[in-house]
């Protein structure tokens, strides 16, 4: 082994410095974009409720703190999966849920593939108003049935899955708007 001279050991030592300095640097880098990527992540969830001029409704909220890229919602039910992004597949989910029911005041809110839901804000899906011939008893064991699906993504382009069924029921001895 040759001699090493001071100069010899001081370059050694600043080329280990500054490997290190990189190594740091690279790994700062990435906790500093996975913490971006934790602090801009939506967290999507479904609120099935009731209002006091409503029967029910389905809203989809952003908690989160980035904005969601709303991907796809799709409803499961009498084992088929259909898409709720236009309104023939609306009507094919009404009329599943209020089948033999007249007179079905309701709106509806779409929204195309890629839509943005902002943080803090709401979409709603569904508001059902008045129904005539209308069962809570048959609406409610329906309405449990169906899995609602969502996919989102975030800025960063990492996708997420949402499924949620109703919790919320309709008391059966109750008059409803």
Not at 32 to 44: A, D, E, G, I, Y
Not at 55 to 64: A, D, E, L, T
Not at 76 to 100: A, M, Q, R
Not at 125 to 144: A, Q, W
Request: some cysteine.
């Amino acid at each position: 082994m040759p001699n090493l001279t001071a100069t010899d050991y001081i370059a050694l030592a600043s080329a280990v410095i500054a490997l290190s300095a990189f190594g740091t640097s690279v790994w700062q880098g990435y906790l500093t974009r996975k913490h971006n990527q934790l602090s801009v992540r939506p967290f999507v969830g479904f609120a099935f409720h009731r209002t006091e001029d409503t029967i029910f409704r389905i809203v989809i909220h952003n908690f989160g703190l980035g904005p969601a890229n709303l991907n796809k919602l799709s409803a499961k039910f009498n084992d088929e999966t259909i898409d709720l992004h236009s309104i023939p597949s609306l009507h094919k989910l009404y009329n599943y849920l209020f089948e033999g029911s007249t007179k079905i005041d309701h709106a509806y809110g779409l929204f195309d593939t890629d839509s943005i839901l902002a943080p803090g804000k709401e979409n709603q899906l569904l508001d059902i108003r008045s129904v005539e011939n209308f069962d809570t008893i048959v609406f409610n064991t329906k309405l449990k049935s169906i899995e609602f699906i969502l996919n989102y993504s975030c800025i960063y382009g990492n996708s997420f899955t949402l499924s949620g069924r109703p919790s919320a029921h309709l008391q059966p001895d109750k008059q409803y708007p």
